[in-house]
Structures are given as C-alpha cells and as structure tokens.
C-alpha cells in the first residue's frame, strides 16, 4: 500500500517539499494517533482533514486516477516538462507497479499542499475572530436543531385534540420521529461532505430545515405532520453531524477544549429549553406557532450562515487550490496532496457499509451502542411523557409544564461539568503514571489508553435508575412538584456521564475510524430515541407512573454490568477483536 499523507496537523510543507518529522519517532506518532482521534470525535464517517487510510482495494484505484490523469495529460498535450517525464514508461505504469514512482509520492512537484507554516488558506491559521465566527453559527444551529425535537413537546394535547386522534404511541412518535431523522440523516450527509465539503452541506441543510418547519405549521393532517417533522430531524442532523468536525478542522488539539464545551452545550440544552419555550408559546398563540418560530430563527441563522460561514474541510480546499493550479499553469498532472482518487460511489460505501461493519464485527462497539441506546431511549421517552404526567398529577397548564424541564436541562449540566472537570486531568495523570513505570523498567510508553475515559460510566450507570426511582414514585405519591424534577435532574446527571464516557471512549479506541463507530452508536440510538417512547404513555396508563418508572429502573440496574464489564474487559476486547479491512 502506498505511503499516505502525513496525519500531522500543524503540517506546514510547502507544494512539494518532504516532510521534516521524523516518522520513526513513536511519540509523535502517538501525538498524530490522538489528533487525528479527536478530528473525527463527530457523528460522521468523516475522514480526518489530514488525510485518508484507504484499504489496498481503494489504494489501487487512486493509483489508476492519477494514471488516467497522465494519459489525459499527454493524449492532451500536457507541459513539456511532464512528458519528458514519462518518456521512458509507458503511462501510468509505473504509478500501478510502485508506490514509490515520483509523480505517485507526496514529495511529487505535482502535489499540492499548504504553501507554507503560515498559509492563510490553512484554517488553522485563520484569525482568531474568523475562527470564534464559524464556530459560533455552527454552535447556534446545533442549538435550534435539537431545540426543534422538544419544543412541540408541550402543544401535543392541542395536536391530539385538533386531528381529533386518541391514539397515546401517535402521541408520542409526533415528537420522537424527528429524532428518527437524525438517525437517517448521518447517513446520507456524511459521504456527501467527503465530496462537496462542510459549507454547502449546512447551506442546503438549513434551506430544507426551514422548509420542513413550514410544511410543520401548515400542516393539514397529522400523517402530514409526521412526515414533514421526519424530514424537518434528516436536515436538522447536519449541524451536529458535522459541527465537531468544523471544530477540529479550524482549532488545534490542545486549545479545542473550550470551543469543543461550548458546542455540546447546544445539543444538551436545546432539548431542555425547547419545551420551556414551547409551553408558553403553545398556551398563547397555539401549537403550530412553535413551527413559526424555529422558522423565523432557522432562517435568519441560515442568511447569516450564507454569507459568513467559510470553508474549512482540508481536502476540498486543496482540491479548490489545485483546479486553479491547473487552469493557471495547464499542468494537469496536479493533485491535492488529501486526495483519495475514489468515486462518490466509493465515498458512499465508505460512509454507509463501515459502521455496520463495526456493529458486527466489534463487540465492543455493539455492547457500547447497545447500552447508550437504552439511555438515550430513556432520555426521549420522559421527553414525550412528562407533558403528559405534569398536567395530570400537577395541574400544570400548558404554559407552565414546559417548566418541569428544567430539571434535565439542570443535571444534563451538571454532568458535563463534572465529565469535563475530571476527564482530561484523569486521562493526563494515568498515562503519566504508565509512561514513568514503562520508562523506569525500560519498556515502551503506554501513552493514553481509552479505558481511561471510563471511571465515571459507573456512577451514571447508577445515576439513570436512581433518579427513575424518585421520579416515579415521587410523583405516584403526590409529593411536592419539586421532588420528581430533581428525579429528572439526577436521570440527566447519569445521561450525560453515560453519553460522555461512551463517546470519548469509542474516539481514543478506533482514532482514525472513530467517526464510523460514533456514526454506528448515533444510528442506533437514534432508532432507539425514536422508538422507544412509543411505550412510555401506554405503560404509565397500565402500570402508572410509579411502577412504570420502577420497570424501566430495574431495566437499567439489571444493565449495570455492562459498565463494570466494558471498564474491566473492553482493553481485552478491543484487542482480541481487531476489525481489518476498513
């Protein structure tokens, strides 16, 4: 297989010029491993923007593009200087026979890289008030997206009553298939932003964003509405599909903490806010204005993001570079350095087929996607259930049960404070502590393994059905209002640990194809998000709202084990089950 781009991403060469690290140094390959880990730490199989591993299969096939692309050259008359070139070969021979043929190699006169360390086209050098600007649209839409999955939340009885249904899983899948579409979503956008790159992706999401929220507040029935909330989640997943990604593209490793907390912020709070919003909305002006306002704001943020938003995908920059190149210079042996030479039905068998792949050839995967879906599950079924427990046991009206929210929104904060308070430094001090064993016996440096992201998964795996129980019965009893939100504030806690865990563990395993197994873990849990609810209402009917809360406690203390076995085995599993082939 052929050598592949440096990983690197402070890489600086110039067009041409040999990369000056040292590749035998292992610490800087473990520093490019985890870079690399947390460019794709997004829920896309988006290749990292500083290169590509591509199997021999699709190794091959760069190889016959960059040979087709000679042939092109001489059967066109290209410059001079290419065919003196390749006077003494036939075309394209040598670049089938060997990965080391000059005009192949990363070192080729015909390769286009970054002009230099302080490249302005590299968004890494971009200026800081261009990089605070991408990210914070990015951050806003991944904001109104999820705000858009709850935020009817509180008008269904209206929709209900309106569309004159009496069905309670109807009730419930309104608000929770828009979660369906985030599971579809991923799928589709992903491949494409491997083409086209990030920008256009978000122009087009937005555009169908905001048509699918209209066709939502005009809509004539509910299958209509169904329909049109489905569409309104595929589009809306764009934004925090590819928004890590954009992150990692602009801001080097060690100073993406910050940008990377406020952008989690929307995903967590949106949902939280959302019915808040929405309850009030619905009271005052009717269920179909919280369509009219995720409108009004998703299309004033689209207009801003048309002509604010800028590029900043690596391999569809340089791509953009090199089409100039040669048009200016009439060489068409020029190439971007980050091109794969793939078909776009190759870019989609890449985004579509490798997650499955994982789902069943890693167990490791497979348990930890099984065990997040549960809770997220969890999460969207008290979404679509407290509107309805909050008016019956407390009288809360329309505009106030949106209120009983809070508390999710409350634990979901708490508990990134506490993940991200405690992470980093834990991670930090266990690979000190093994790097100083290994070098005081002489051994090789252990550097971070992923089970250090682990401690916590534990106590949110105790968190979820502790807080089930005291929201449950709690709010059985009549207690005081308070009482079952604090329930929902500690299920948030455990939520949040859970998610955390789980997500920075599958991006420090499967470093480059990190994002295929985020990818994998969104799509199951999305289904789940989208299904589950589904039995929330009917159960509360049967069982009531004590022992159904119980059920789904005892549910999630049964799948305790899981985070003690995932902590205690998942070093062993990872390694005995090594997926080849990617």
């Not at 934004?239 to 907390?261: L, P």
Request: aromatic share 10%; charged share 15%.
């Amino acid at each position: 297989m052929a050598s592949s781009p440096s990983l690197t991403p402070a890489a600086t060469h110039t067009d041409g010029e040999r990369d000056n690290d040292s590749g035998s140094d292992a610490q800087l390959q473990l520093r490019r491993k985890i870079s690399q880990a947390v460019d794709e730490g997004h829920d896309a199989d988006i290749p990292s923007s500083q290169g590509f591993v591509l199997s021999e299969e699709e190794e091959l096939r760069r190889q016959r593009s960059i040979a087709d692309r000679r042939r092109n050259s001489i059967a066109s008359g290209g410059s001079r200087a290419n065919r003196d070139v390749e006077k003494a070969q036939a075309p394209g021979e040598a670049a089938l026979s060997s990965s080391n043929d000059d005009d192949d190699s990363d070192t080729s006169p015909n390769v286009v890289w970054w002009s230099g360390p302080n490249d302005p086209e590299n968004p890494y050098n971009w200026p800081t008030w261009r990089k605070v600007l991408n990210c914070g649209l990015i951050s806003a839409m991944t904001f109104i997206s999820p705000l858009a999955s709850s935020i009817f939340a509180p008008g269904v009885p209206q929709v209900i009553a309106e569309f004159h249904s009496t069905s309670l899983e109807i009730a419930a899948f309104v608000v929770s298939v828009y979660v369906l579409g985030f599971a579809a979503g991923p799928m589709l956008f992903a491949p494409l932003s491997e083409i086209y790159g990030r920008v256009i992706l978000y122009h087009i999401a937005n555009v169908g964003f905001v048509a699918f929220q209209i066709g939502c507040a005009l809509a004539p029935t509910l299958n209509a509405l169904i329909v049109f909330r489905f569409f309104a989640g595929v589009f809306g997943s764009v934004s925090i599909t590819n928004g890590g990604g954009t992150i990692a593209d602009m801001i080097v490793q060690e100073k993406r903490g910050g940008a990377m907390a406020v952008f989690s912020i929307g995903p967590l709070l949106g949902p939280i806010i959302g019915p808040v919003a929405g309850g009030f909305l619905s009271d005052a002006e009717g269920w179909r204005w919280s369509f009219w306002l995720l409108t009004i704001v998703g299309g004033f943020l689209g207009i801003l993001m048309t002509f604010s938003l800028k590029e900043s995908y690596a391999p569809v920059i340089l791509e953009r570079k090199a089409a100039k190149l040669r048009k200016d210079t009439g060489n068409d042996l020029l190439r971007s350095k980050l091109d794969a030479g793939l078909s776009p039905r190759d870019y989609f068998k890449r985004g579509i087929i490798r997650p499955f792949k994982m789902l069943f050839l890693s167990p490791i995967v497979a348990i930890t996607s099984l065990y997040m879906a549960v809770t997220y599950g969890y999460l969207y079924l008290m979404f679509t259930t407290m509107t309805e427990v909050f008016q019956e046991y407390y009288g809360f009206t329309t505009s106030t049960v949106g209120l009983a929210f809070l508390g999710l929104g409350v634990g979901s904060m708490i508990g990134i404070i506490l993940f991200s308070g405690t992470s980093d430094r834990y991670i930090q001090r266990k690979a000190a502590q093994a790097d100083a064993e290994a070098q005081a016996t002489g051994g090789t440096k252990a550097g971070m393994k992923p089970e250090y992201r682990l401690p916590l998964l534990p106590l949110g795996a105790v968190f979820i059905p502790a807080g089930l129980f005291i929201y449950g019965w709690t709010a059985d009893f009549r207690t005081h209002w308070i009482a079952p939100i604090i329930g929902t504030a500690i299920v948030g806690i455990g939520n949040l640990i859970v998610f955390m865990s789980i997500q920075m563990y599958l991006v420090d395993t499967f470093t480059i194809y990190a994002a295929s197994a985020i990818a994998c873990n969104t799509v199951v849990r999305s289904l789940a998000g989208a299904v589950l609810p589904l039995a929330g209402l009917p159960m509360y009917s049967k069982l009531g709202i004590g022992w159904g809360n119980s059920l789904l406690g005892f549910i999630a203390v049964a799948l305790f084990p899981v985070s003690i076995f995932v902590l205690k085995y998942g070093e062993a599993l990872r390694n005995r089950f090594v997926i080849k082939n990617l």
